[in-house]
Structure formats: C-alpha cells, structure tokens
C-alpha cells in the first residue's frame, strides 16, 4: 500500500470481507445485523462512527509518506532517481504527471494533495518561500495571486518583505502592498530570531514530520470531508 495505488475493485473485495466479519454473516441461514451503515463505521470514534480506517484514504497517506521522502530528502538512491526523471528542475510539491509515468510514480503522484495540505513553511530568512502560493502564514494559509495586481509579484520571496538586519517584518512595504487584514495575518506570524534556515515540516506533529496517522486524519476531515457524518456528543469520554 506504500508503493502502488490499489485497484478499485481490490479496495471493494477487502471492505467485503471486513464487512462480512462485523456484520455477522454466519452462512445461507443466519443473517447478520447491520448496527451502522458502513460509511459511518470509517468515522472517528471522537464523531460517533467505530474508527475504522478506509482502505483508500490509508492506501493514499502511505503514498504520501513516499512523497514526503522525496520532498525533503534528496539524497537517497530512490529520491534522486524518481527526481531526475520526474521533476529534474522543481521539487515534489511542484511536479507534474509528465508523459509516460509508470504507475509506481502515478500513485505516488495521486498522494501529492495529501502532502501538500499537510506541510507548512518554517521561516528562516525566506529566501527559499514563495511570498505567493505557499504555507508560511501563521494560520497555515498561503497568499493568492489569483488577483491580476499580484501577478507580477508571483516570483517575489518572502525575504524580500523582511528587514534582513533585525529579522522582522518591513511593516510599511507590507502596508503599501496589502489590504488591513492580509497585512495583519503577516504581521502575526511569529519570525524567530535563532532560526536561519528555511524549512519544510509536518504542521499535525510537533516533530515536524510526517507520520500516518495525523495524514489519514487530514485526509478524511479535510480532502474527503466526511464532516455531515458526524453526530454531536461526548464519544470520547465512553
């Protein structure tokens, strides 16, 4: 599951098996009862459902972990080789299908949206963070260019909105560029003074790294959004 992205028609004969087990099926006479329907068994247990995990969204988080790989290592044998002949002049994050993909490199590919939601920027100095288009803002957010009078600033860094001598933000460049609330949320991101390097992390771990868990939770809350399954109550403390 960490390698290829699995059949649809795989994926449903597994959920059939795990169904029939919880279900009860006991044979041509004894049918089983079936307590929750089986879309609402894959909720967390914090929303009312069983916890179960969906084989897709878990095969495309252990997808993502290869991705991970590739974005912030660049020395491994596997990392340099997929680089070289699927995105020689960009990173993970930025890569593109490409003509003629194998299909190890077209799941991994496929898992490219659950890495991109869960990684953030780590300002050192900002010259490696797009000022546009990137995680770097407190909230986790990006800013857009999608209005015509950013366009032009689309190759612009984050460096460039920070006074290099004392390390914090150029209050009256962001002023004149932004509107009150965009300048405000730039304002409130925190620069510390002792980290030089930019770096990409995991926001969900403190660690800063990947991990599975917290990935599988971004993607069924945010990407599949399986919020209008939720029921309100204190599940947690049963």
Known sequence: MSVYLLPNKLVDAMEKMINAFWWGHGGTTIKGLHWLSWERLFVH???????????????????????WKFQIDNTSLVSRLFKARYFPQCDFLSSRLGPNPSYVWRSIFSA??????????????????????????????????QSPLYAP?????????????????????????????TSQLILNT?????????????????????????????????????????????????
């Open 112 to 145: 490219k949206i659950v890495v991109k939601q869960g990684v953030r920027w780590r300002i050192g100095s900002g010259p490696s963070i797009p000022l546009f288009g990137a995680s770097w803002l407190k909230d986790s957010c990006s800013l857009s260019t």
């Open 45 to 67: 247990k914090n929303y009312g459902g069983m916890g179960f995990k969906d084989l897709t969204s878990f095969n495309v988080v252990m997808l993502g972990k290869q991705g």
């Open 190 to 238: 925190p620069l510390h003074p002792l980290v030089h390097e930019d770096k990409i992390i995991w926001k969900a771990e403190k660690n800063g790294s990947y991990s599975v868990r917290s990935a599988y939770q971004i993607c069924v809350t945010k990407i599949a959004d399986d919020s209008h399954l939720h029921v309100p109550g204190k599940w947690s403390s049963i």
């Open 153 to 181: 600033l689309a190759h612009v860094k984050v460096q460039d909105i920070i006074e290099p001598s004392t390390k914090v933000w150029n209050d009256t460049l962001i002023s004149n560029m932004f509107d009150h609330n």
